[in-house]
């Protein structure tokens, strides 16, 4: 049987809606089933609910370009449609946020819409009826997803992944307009995750009218609620979903505003995110989701691109293309053994012309591990000698250098690292040290308790590698913060010290696009608890 005015405007009541309120309406005519009239009749049940103290609003969103306040057909319903063309409906001159209202307050909530910085702010139609004791926002047969309200929340909190549009508009004299908008909603959100939060606060009502599942709640106290959760956590209203591509953009967008407030710089290995150059697109969309903004070009990678100026070329262009960065570029030089220090010299300067193109902050040189056994002495010396001259040189090109302690290296416990860096550094401005403490803690030192407080060098430290592991027989790498390398709290004294240096993203041995995620993650966990 269709439903008539009586029984919506019995279910209206039943729901709650008071007379002589204000209520925003979003709307579904087909989820209530059959209806006598159509959407004229659900129109003529809301006004009598409300009564003629009340004030009826509806969104009168239009996708039109240019909009035209006149003419350009609601698209959010055949609801609001037929109630845009209702005799004695008022709508807003607005590009995308139109609103069509009727009752003694529509022009007070709609007045100045147009000449609003944004969308959705404290003064637009949405501001303003979410600071009135007597709002509702009542939904007809959809969900929270179509609540606009909620935006107005993010707006509020300045949510970093809000955006700057503009849209095309004809103004009253008939002139055509752009309307520059800031701080506006991304096309993807979770608002259907808060329905419990509302309903848990007792501030929401559902009940059946036909078949059409209905809400009505408070706008003030919704708004305030959400607000609430955005500040406990900033992505509160957008999904958990891995590959819903527009929140992971979102959650990065949140990533780097927390990172904007850091010292230190975070970054990747790119190698470690397990793709080849040829694939550079894919291993730099999976850094840049974890608000990452600068990559390191490890051994594997710097051995590929070196020479092939087609696959230099196209991660230039993807680099550019992500807006990322290179923080360090590994130099693949020959070992100690192979070359006299001209040849190293002559392949340093290679590595410099294929680094060009990317501009990284700092080359990092190889550890070198001994090449025979007896007299590791007199190879350390050799070593220094040809780091002394590679220095020399980065110093006159204004290069500057990282050296990593690795295991079975000249630069593998602290004293090594120690005299390398003090012994070889001509130039504070060059050489500067890398702490990896899956690498220390490989070799048996602990890289909080003893490395850190050891090392003399400690302020040429530039980097810090997020890299954990231990020492045999246990699992060479780990996650960040399962392993022995004490990387919490080295995070945490270098932040004491505000560290301007990079924080450095790296799995070891185990890569893959799985693995480096889990690293992000378990990277972002450690920062949250600190």
Known sequence: MALTKNDIVKGLKELGLPEGCVVMVHSALSAFGEVEGGAETVIEA????????GTLLMPAMAFDSPFRVESSPSDVGLITEVFRNYPGVTRSLHPTHSIAGMGPLVEELIAGHIDQPSALGPESPWGRLARRNDAYILFLGCDQDRNTLLHCAEEALDAPYLNIISRKYIDADGNLQTKILGKYPGPHRDFIGLDALFENAGIMKIAKIGNA?????AAKQMLELTIAALRRDPAAVLCDNRHCRDCVIQRAAIKRD??????FTLSAVIDDVGFAPEDADQALWLIAAEGIEYIEIGPQWARLIAGDDR???????????????????YADLPAASESSVEDALDEFERVLTDAADLSPDFIKLPSYEPWERGDIEGQYRQVLDLLNAIVARASETETRLLIENAPGSFFEDTRRCDRALIQAASSRQTLFFSLNPAHFAQVGEKPFLYTFRQVKAKRRMAQLMISDGCEPPW??????????????ELMSILRCRSFSGHFTIAVGDIRSPQ?????ARAFWHLLDNM
Request: hydrophobic share 40%; net charge neutral; glycine share 8%.
């Open 475 to 488: 699992p060479k790498y780990t996650l960040v913060g399962q392993g022995q390398g004490e990387v919490k």
């Open 213 to 217: 599942v209905c809400r009505l709640t």
């Open 46 to 53: 809301l006004l009598e609910a409300i009564g003629p103290q």
């Open 258 to 263: 927390r990172l904007s407030r850091e010292d």
């Open 311 to 329: 696959l230099a070329d196209q991660l230039a262009s993807a680099l550019a293309e992500a807006g990322i960065l290179v923080s360090a570029y």
């Open 515 to 519: 693995n480096f995620t889990r690293q």
